[in-house]
């Protein structure tokens, strides 16, 4: 998930229950990581506690979470039970979200195979007659200089402009139509 979900009332709630500093900030931290895990269990792994948190003590801090009823222990870990509706709100949304993403996405895709399939046949005969050396630059039409003539030469490739060529392109500014795209 790429964005977390916390209720405006969030810190008035901590300061009603007189949440420590490091209780409030392991509580945020390990939201975060609920949020990026995804986990619907609100589980923070006892062995993770340490790395999630920026505090100097976090068991005491999840112990101080647990006496004020914002988490509960589950054997080695902990369980977030302060705002649990909030997680798992966002939980849905973000599935909703990415199931919507993913049928809009396999939509666009059909229309584009059924728009694509029935524009090949009109445009494979326009195609064969159309002669695209016109449009490549002049060194790559066999030209006398050669092939990496651009190293050498910085003037622009359009027949009689002397004006020196673009960074990294083959023509000025005023021929800048010129380039393949």
Request: net charge negative; with cysteine.
């Amino acid at each position: 998930m790429t964005w977390a979900r916390f209720r405006t009332e969030l810190a008035a709630e901590a300061d009603r229950d007189r949440l420590s500093d490091a209780e409030f900030r392991l509580y945020v931290e390990a939201s975060l990581y609920v949020y990026a895990t995804e986990d619907d269990s609100l589980r923070v792994p006892g062995h993770m506690l340490g790395r999630i948190s920026g505090t100097e003590l976090p068991e005491a801090a999840a112990d101080g979470l647990v006496k004020a009823g914002w988490w509960r222990r589950a054997g080695e870990d902990w369980v977030i039970r302060h705002n649990a509706s909030t997680f798992a709100q966002s939980f849905i949304a973000t599935r909703d979200k990415r199931r919507r993403d993913r049928d809009a996405q396999a939509r666009a895709r059909q229309k584009r195979r059924r728009s694509d399939g029935e524009a090949s046949a009109a445009d494979s005969a326009a195609d064969s007659d159309t002669d695209l050396t016109t449009y490549l630059p002049r060194t790559t039409r066999g030209d006398e200089r050669g092939f990496h003539a651009r190293e050498n030469d910085s003037s622009c490739i359009a027949d009689g402009c002397e004006l020196p060529a673009r960074r990294a392109c083959s023509t000025c500014w005023d021929h800048a139509y010129l380039e393949v795209r």
